[in-house]
T-cell receptor
Framework: GAVVSQHPSWVICKSGTSVKIECRSLDFQATTMFWYRQFPKQSLMLMATSNEGSKATYEQGVEKDKFLINHASLTLSTLTVTSAHPEDSSFYICSARSGVGYNEQFFGPGTRLTVL | QKEVEQDPGPLSVPEGAIVSLNCTYSNSAFQYFMWYRQYSRKGPELLMY????GNKEDGRFTAQVDKSSKYISLFIRDSQPSDSATYLC???????????FGQGTILTVHP
C-alpha cells in the first residue's frame, strides 16, 4: 500500500513554455501533499505544502506565481511550472500524507524536468 | 548552519561490511527521525522511523537516536550491492510537521 505516482516521469520543454506535473496517491486519500525540488547530488528542498481544497503554502524564496500548485482532490495534486527557464531544470518529487493513523509521507518516483 | 548536517560521502564498502551512516541536527524541537533510501532517479523510500531517543531494529537495519548529542545513526549489517543508493536522514518537530532533510550520503557496496 501507500503508493504515490507521478506523471510524467521526465519532460523536456523549450524555454518559456509551461509544464504540468501530476502527483497521485493510488491507494489512500492524501489530505496533504508536498512538492520538493532536488538538484544533482543535493538534498530535497521543500517547495510547498498543499492541503486538499486549500491554497498551497510556499516556502520562503519559492515564487508562487511561477510554481502553481493545485490540490483539487484527495488523490491528485498538480504542479505547473510556468514560463520555464533552464534554471528550473531539476528533479521534482511529490509526497503525500493521509493524515489518518500512521501519518508518514510517501514519496513519488519523481519527474525530471529539462528546460532547453 | 544547516538544521540537519550529513556527510555526503561518497562511501564505498565491500559486500558484507557493516555500514555506519550519521547525521547531526541543531533544532532541539526535532522529535521524529527518519532514514530514507533513494536510488538514482527515483523518489525516496522510508527505511526507518524513530520517535525520540533510542534504538530501532528492522532486519539488517538499525537506527539510533541520541537527542542529548543531537546525533542520529543508521547501521546496515551484512551490506549487499543492492544497498547501493543515497541515504537521507530527515527530522521533524511534530507528527504533522514538515521534514528537514540532510544532504544525503552516497553509498556503494561492491561485490
Amino acid at each position: 500500500g501507500a503508493v504515490v505516482s507521478q506523471h510524467p516521469s521526465w519532460v523536456i520543454c523549450k524555454s518559456g513554455t509551461s509544464v504540468k506535473i501530476e502527483c497521485r496517491s493510488l491507494d489512500f486519500q492524501a489530505t496533504t501533499m508536498f512538492w520538493y525540488r532536488q538538484f544533482p547530488k543535493q538534498s530535497l528542498m521543500l517547495m510547498a505544502t498543499s492541503n486538499e481544497g486549500s491554497k498551497a503554502t510556499y516556502e520562503q524564496g519559492v515564487e508562487k506565481d511561477k510554481f502553481l500548485i493545485n490540490h483539487a482532490s484527495l488523490t491528485l495534486s498538480t504542479l505547473t511550472v510556468t514560463s520555464a527557464h533552464p534554471e528550473d531544470s531539476s528533479f521534482y518529487i511529490c509526497s503525500a500524507r493521509s493524515g489518518v493513523g500512521y501519518n508518514e509521507q510517501f514519496f513519488g518516483p519523481g519527474t525530471r524536468l529539462t528546460v532547453l | 548552519q544547516k538544521e540537519v548536517e550529513q556527510d555526503p560521502g561518497p562511501l564505498s564498502v565491500p559486500e558484507g561490511a557493516i555500514v555506519s551512516l550519521n547525521c547531526t541536527y541543531s533544532n532541539s524541537a526535532f522529535q521524529y527521525f527518519m532514514w530514507y533510501r533513494q536510488y538514482s532517479r527515483k523518489g525516496p523510500e522510508l527505511l526507518m522511523y524513530t520517535y525520540s531517543s533510542g534504538n530501532k531494529e528492522d532486519g539488517r537495519f538499525t537506527a539510533q537516536v541520541d537527542k542529548s548529542s543531537k546525533y542520529i545513526s543508521l547501521f546496515i549489517r551484512d551490506s549487499q550491492p543492492s544497498d547501493s543508493a543515497t541515504y537521507l536522514c530527515a527530522c521533524r518537530g511534530t507528527s504533522y510537521g514538515k521534514l528537514t532533510f540532510g544532504q544525503g550520503t552516497i553509498l556503494t557496496v561492491h561485490p
